[in-house]
Structure formats: structure tokens, C-alpha cells
């Protein structure tokens, strides 16, 4: 890895982590920063300084015209103390498929690596220790050029914060309620439905609010042009255990690539599961939860890691499993992929990097 000369303007932490840390709420002393300007080099001046507000021309372009891209990974405290992070590499590889997508320039993905690593290094001491607890990383980049005229921007900001978290939810590892609908839809094949886009969950966010009123915490989409098929959860991946198969949603060109639905793929195969990547209809999960072939249905995602589904509403349709108790399978992966990410187990597969 090629390494680049990051300046660290201040260095001065000063830990008050609450007794319940809520999710994206408190963010640590400092954040990583750095500009885009093609007559000055490109990418440039990489720097970390104090955490604080920035300055933006209300001609902004990412206001007018939405070219922001963003990710989400997380930190950890292993039992033995060392702080590593899981799979960070992927994370930067997807950002700067995000960032083609969005005609914003791509950054040398050893510099975002280091940035993040290094960052994580000077504010280590957020990192909290209590169980299901972590340090969440959010790098972000956004077109700044100041003008009002639809065309890419030519100046840009990447920013890297941190952020100490619990549990995405509030009720911890517990089954939640998901409402699928085809009264909107998010995204569509051929659209920007697989880059890591703002404006992907602007477009989430009236379907998500009327869930919320009928007592679901997440929406499951159907696909835009049938509405038949599954998608993704608002925060996850989906995945659906059959009686003799364990599918997921093949990536269509609107769906995110997990970076946790790729690992559960790789973990299921290992353990001998038949994991496909495939269509799967909306009719078909009700004829099995009729039949009684349909065993489990659980999302993954960088947030929550597993979430299984204690119960599935579509139109006049209600697939009711346990409220209190997460499905077994989702339980094992839950499991064996926090057990790799605090340092409990070997990691066979070399997924976490390690701060020195």
C-alpha cells in the first residue's frame, strides 16, 4: 500500500462516551478531509483536523443537483485490544463505484484506506468495549463547485467522520417488522440503485415514514418495473431460507452489493448451505409460508450486521414468525460474524485489518 503523507492539524481527544450511546448522534474530536480541484492535482491537500461545521456556497452543487456518495463501516475492540476493522477494503472499492457512477472522480483507494485507518488511530479512544458496541466510520463525498447549471461538478469534498455506536436498534438483537410495498418504488434496473447514493434514501423516506405509522421499522422494496420481485430492505440486504435453499436477491443493477451480504454468502457456502443469488418473487414466499417451506427470513447490513424478521406484511397478506426470539440461522451468522469482528474466533477468511 502506497503511503501518503496525511496532515494532522490538531490532536486533542477528550472521550465523554454516555452510559447509551444512540446511533448517529455523537461523533468523535476529529475528521479526515480533503479536496478536489483538477488544476491543482486532483485530490489534494489530505488533512485531519478538529471536528467541527464546514463552510459551503448555498450555490453548492450537491444541493441542486445531488452528487453525494457515501459509506458506512465500522471499528472494533477486540478482547485482547486490538482495534480492527472489518473488510475496509471492500468498503473503499464501493465508494469509488458510487463515485463513477455519479460522475464524481474516483480517489486512490490506498489514500481513502490510509485516511481511515489513521483517523480511527488519532480517535481510538472513542471506541467503546461494551457488547454490540463499535466505532462507526462514515466517509463521504460531495460535488462543492458553487454553480447553478446541471453538469458534474469540478470541485469536490471528501470528508471521513466517526461515530461511537450501540445497536442499531434500539431493541438490541431482536426480530423487527418489515412492511413491503408496491405503492412506491426506490429505485430501477439501469438507474443508481447500486451506488451508494443520498439520493436513494431521499427517495426511501416516504415509504419508510407511513411504515413507521402501522408499527413496521423497516420497508421492503419490490422491484420497479413487475413490483414483484424482492429487493432490499431500507438498511440491508434480504435474505429468505427456503426448506431446502437459503436465497437472496441476485444484484440487478438496483440493489446495493453488501458488504456483509457478500460475507453471509461466503459463510453459508462454507457451512454447506445451498445459497443462490436468484429472483425470488413475492408470490413464491407466500406459497411457501402457506406450505410451510418458508423457515426464516433475516436482512444484513454494516448497522445491524443480522436482523432476522419477526413478521412480513404485503397488501392484505401477514407472515407472522417469533417476536422475541431472532430465527436459528440468523442467530448463527449474527454469531459467527461478531465473533470474527471482536477477535472471539481465528479469522480464517483475513477480513479484518488491523490499526497498529
Same mark, same amino acid.
Given at each position: 500500500m502506497n503511503d501518503f503523507n496525511i496532515e494532522i492539524l490538531e490532536r486533542e481527544t477528550k472521550v465523554i462516551l454516555p452510559d447509551k450511546l444512540v446511533w448517529g448522534q455523537l461523533f468523535t474530536d476529529h475528521i479526515f478531509e480533503i479536496d478536489y480541484d483538477e488544476d491543482l492535482g486532483g485530490w489534494h491537500?489530505?488533512? %485531519?483536523?478538529k471536528f467541527g461545521s464546514i463552510s459551503l456556497s448555498p450555490a453548492a452543487m450537491v444541493f441542486h443537483y445531488g452528487q453525494a456518495v457515501f459509506e458506512g463501516l465500522k471499528a472494533y475492540k477486540q478482547d485482547d485490544g486490538r482495534?480492527?476493522?472489518? /473488510?475496509?477494503?471492500?468498503?473503499v472499492e464501493r465508494m469509488n463505484r458510487s463515485a463513477k457512477r455519479m460522475c464524481i472522480p474516483e480517489i486512490d483507494p490506498d489514500l481513502l484506506l490510509q485516511a481511515m485507518l489513521e483517523l480511527v488511530?488519532?480517535?481510538?479512544?472513542?471506541?467503546?468495549? /461494551?457488547p454490540g458496541h463499535a466505532l462507526y466510520i462514515r466517509p463521504l463525498m460531495f460535488a462543492s463547485e458553487p454553480?447553478?447549471?446541471?453538469r458534474p461538478a469540478e470541485n469536490y469534498k471528501l470528508i471521513i467522520m466517526l461515530s461511537p455506536v450501540g445497536p442499531y436498534y434500539p431493541e438490541g438483537f431482536r426480530p423487527i417488522p418489515i412492511l413491503a410495498t408496491d405503492k412506491y418504488v426506490r429505485t430501477v434496473r439501469k438507474g443508481i440503485g447500486e451506488a451508494k447514493t443520498a439520493g436513494n434514501y431521499a427517495a426511501s423516506l416516504m415509504a419508510q415514514a407511513e411504515a413507521r405509522k402501522e408499527g413496521y421499522t423497516q420497508v421492503l422494496w419490490l422491484d420497479a418495473i413487475e413490483q414483484k420481485y424482492l429487493e432490499e430492505v431500507g438498511a440491508m440486504n434480504i435474505f429468505v431460507q427456503f426448506k431446502n435453499e437459503v436465497a437472496t436477491p441476485m444484484l440487478t443493477g438496483s %440493489?446495493?452489493?453488501? %458488504?456483509?451480504r457478500?460475507?453471509?454468502i461466503q459463510i453459508l457456502k462454507d457451512w454447506g448451505y445451498n445459497t443462490n443469488e436468484r429472483l425470488i418473487s413475492m408470490q413464491e414466499v407466500l406459497d411457501a409460508y402457506k406450505t410451510g417451506k418458508l423457515i426464516e427470513i433475516f436482512g444484513t447490513g454494516t448497522a445491524a450486521i443480522i436482523s432476522s424478521v419477526s413478521r412480513l406484511k404485503y397488501n392484505e397478506h401477514l407472515l407472522q414468525f417469533s417476536e422475541t426470539k431472532a430465527g436459528e440461522l440468523g442467530t448463527k451468522l449474527y454469531e459467527e460474524l461478531t465473533q470474527i469482528q471482536y477477535g472471539r474466533i481465528k479469522d480464517r477468511y483475513n477480513w479484518m485489518t488491523y490499526i497498529d
Open positions: 491537500n489530505p488533512t %485531519i483536523k482495534i480492527a476493522l472489518f /473488510r475496509p477494503e471492500k468498503n488511530r488519532v480517535d481510538k479512544d472513542w471506541i467503546p468495549t /461494551r454553480l447553478i447549471g446541471v %440493489i446495493l452489493p453488501g %458488504i456483509t457478500m460475507s453471509v
